[in-house]
């Protein structure tokens, strides 16, 4: 029974307005962390972009200035260093040296300061192929940063409605409480007036007493139903805000330790892979090249073996503790009066009505994993056809040297290239640029679904837990907890034949 609380009526109020202000103030905290997410996404898409602007501006550059060997490849070292100074003390961008795409850069730099001979094969491998590949990375990263963006957006509004419906159950939940509080009252006054007409009457005379005691009577019993009826809402409303509570703070909890790192991880799908081909193509020129030094081919493996996109999510999310933290989780904000601080059913119709929710939740988590375990096989299948598009090996350039070995000893003068054709296999690079991104988009489509699921997943596990204990099942009856989600590949791993032992995983596996 709720305490005597009519003295204290204005004070529950205020403590009411206090309480709301204080939600809603720990909300905007929230969407501020949110906000700030995105600038440090946009931000490191603007880097990496210029970082790969630079890198095409350095392969032309570098390309014009190949045939003038030592001197002018020196020049070009000096030219950029600089640029590569500011790029690590980006203050936008910090720890921006310890990012496999700066240690690339940076490798790259090194190996033009090393390198003192070069001919026009090189030169030519360097404007027609190396520098469009940084555009299409940089054009490919912008799209699929935009689709990863959308995706994050859509988690974070997810987050913030089910805030939201919390501070509508907690409105509603004081609301009642504070109706429950005065009907309470009233009953207790009209209870004092009884009790003090009746001692008057056995004091004085009993005229008229009766009558009025008929009357107080009818009021106390109408004043006691309103107010049973008053406490079974206010019940009814602390579950529902102790449900949604639940709710919140697993979508909260999931959004932070699950769907955000793995939103990263989506973002650099076939970016690390992108680059180590790159790397390959400049390699593979290198070691076609007679005169080559063997101190860069040691240097450019060992960069290429620190292309590891867990890493640079790992150094992303240190350098960016505050936007990435998770918060800590939304409490349960008693009516003053109120000692229950959990999902009760301590009344026939409110287990009847729990039992009904927790059997419906079981129904909609069985459905929905079943759901979650198709979505996750076809997201596989999609990971292997958009595997099947990226990784092709097209970075081997040794019929170029061939063909100019045999233009030079046939005193054939003119543009030497090796024409396309002669690679073991012709493809239009158009159409498999447009063929890649259209299962890329599958794929991510399939993502942002499987996302989906899986956090409505933990809405429901959440809610089906909390009403398990509430109407006491034994632990074999609450329901499973959370199946680890299958971490067999991932679509970010860079080709273990490219780079040997670094396997950076999508899912963290």
Not at 420 to 427: G, K, L, N, T
Not at 480 to 500: E, W, Y
Request: aromatic letters at 8%; proline letters at 3%; one cysteine or more.
């Amino acid at each position: 029974m709720l305490q005597q609380i009519n003295p204290q009526l204005n004070r529950s109020f205020r403590n009411k307005k206090d309480v709301l202000i204080d939600f809603e103030s720990k909300t905007k905290e929230l969407r501020v962390q949110f906000t700030e997410q995105l600038r440090l996404m946009d931000t490191r898409l603007e880097w990496e972009s210029a970082v790969l602007l630079e890198l095409n501006e350095f392969y032309r550059r570098r390309a014009e200035i190949e045939e003038q060997y030592s001197k002018d490849l020196k020049k070009l070292f000096s030219s950029r260093v600089e640029k590569l100074h500011m790029l690590e003390r980006h203050r936008s961008v910090p720890g921006a040296s310890s990012y496999s795409l700066f240690k690339f850069y940076k490798t790259v730099l090194g190996i033009t300061h090393s390198q003192s001979v070069n001919h026009g094969v090189v030169a030519k491998i360097f404007s027609t192929k190396m520098a469009p590949r940084f555009t299409d990375i940089r054009e490919n990263s912008a799209k699929l940063f935009q689709k990863c963006k959308e995706m994050c957006i859509a988690g974070q509004d997810e987050v913030m409605e089910n805030v939201r419906q919390v501070g509508q159950s907690l409105r509603t939940y004081q609301i009642a409480y504070g109706q429950a509080a005065q009907a309470e009252a009233k009953l207790l006054a009209a209870k004092d007036d009884r009790r003090r007409l009746e001692e008057a009457g056995q004091s004085g005379s009993a005229s008229g007493v009766e009558k009025r005691l008929k009357q107080l009577d009818k009021t106390v019993e109408r004043r006691r139903e309103k107010y049973d009826s008053t406490k079974h809402k206010a019940l009814r409303e602390r579950n529902d805000y102790l449900l949604q509570l639940e709710s919140a703070n697993a979508c909260l909890r999931k959004y932070f330790s699950d769907d955000m790192p793995d939103i990263l991880d989506c973002m650099a799908c076939g970016f690390h892979n992108s680059l180590a081909r790159a790397a390959m193509m400049h390699l593979n020129t290198e070691d076609t090249m007679k005169q080559r030094q063997e101190s860069f081919v040691r240097l450019f493996m060992d960069t290429m073996s620190q292309l590891d996109a867990k890493q640079d999510k790992l150094h992303f999310l240190q350098t960016s503790q505050l936007a990435f933290t998770e918060p800590k989780a939304l409490k349960f904000v008693a009516h003053k009066g109120d000692p229950i601080n959990q999902v009760c059913a301590n009344q026939s119709d409110v287990l009847n009505e729990l039992e009904s929710r927790y059997n419906n939740l079981q129904t909609l988590i069985k459905n929905t994993g079943l759901e979650s375990d198709e979505l996750w096989k076809t997201l596989e299948a999609a990971e292997q056809s958009w595997l099947s598009e990226i990784s092709v090996s097209d970075y081997y350039v040794n019929e170029m040297f061939c063909q100019a070995m045999k233009e030079s000893q046939s005193g054939i003068s003119g543009d030497f290239a090796a024409d396309s054709s002669q690679q073991p296999e012709q493809r239009n690079a158009d159409t498999d640029k447009k063929r890649a991104w259209e299962n890329g988009e599958f794929y991510l489509g399939k993502f942002a679904e499987y996302m989906r699921k899986n956090c409505q997943l933990t809405r429901s596990r959440a809610r089906a837990a909390a009403i398990s204990r509430a109407l006491g099942r034994e632990s074999g009856m609450a329901p499973p907890p959370l199946p680890t989600k299958p971490r067999k590949k991932s679509i970010i791993k860079v080709n273990a034949q490219l780079i040997g032992s670094g396997k950076p995983k999508l899912f963290g596996g």
